[in-house]
């Protein structure tokens, strides 16, 4: 079997509040996926990346707020925590899927790719507090190993936060 890549920005403000329904209900997490919001899956296979192209095209990003605010459920079944806003993680995979055409969001399954951290592959009630206080500080390109395990090939930090207008530069 092919081993596979994936771009993802990793959420670890979110593991002490679903990481153990995360390690029983989606398969990812207890192969070394850490709690995340997907940029893009299934990814460039692991011998033709090319790190520094990823890098020039994640550079244009700046690291952003969010929260997880809701839980949603889809019919396949899946459980997961929608981030809002939401547009900072569109345009994260908008970027890559643009630089790379052959290869869409989940090999083109979903008309609409909305941004997610998945909890589980099951309809899961959850009695967690949200909102979660999430900071998108990088995206992580993983790549699948030949005993099926995940691991960090490299990390790429978005830009740090611009100074507003008016305000000094510390």
Do not use: K, N
Request: charged share 25%.
């Amino acid at each position: 079997m092919p081993r596979r890549t994936a771009l993802i920005v990793p959420v670890p403000e979110a593991e002490q509040a679903v990481g153990e329904l995360r390690l029983e209900h989606d398969p990812p997490a207890a192969l070394g996926v850490p709690a995340h919001v997907t940029v893009l899956f299934p990814f460039v296979p692991p011998d033709e990346i090319d790190e520094s192209a990823i890098g020039e095209v994640l550079a244009a990003h700046a690291a952003f707020d969010f929260e997880l605010a809701s839980v949603g459920h889809w019919d396949e079944p899946v459980t997961y925590l929608a981030p809002v806003p939401a547009e900072p993680f569109t345009a994260l995979t908008t970027a890559v899927w643009r630089r790379w055409p052959d290869y869409p969001p989940y090999e083109g399954a979903h008309e609409t790719v909305i941004p997610h951290l998945t909890v589980g592959m099951a309809s899961l009630e959850l009695d967690i507090d949200l909102p979660i206080a999430c900071r998108a500080r990088e995206v992580i390109l993983i790549e699948e190993a030949a005993d099926g395990r995940w691991r960090t090939r490299r990390r790429y930090p978005l830009r740090g936060r611009r100074p507003d207008p008016g305000q000094g530069v510390a």
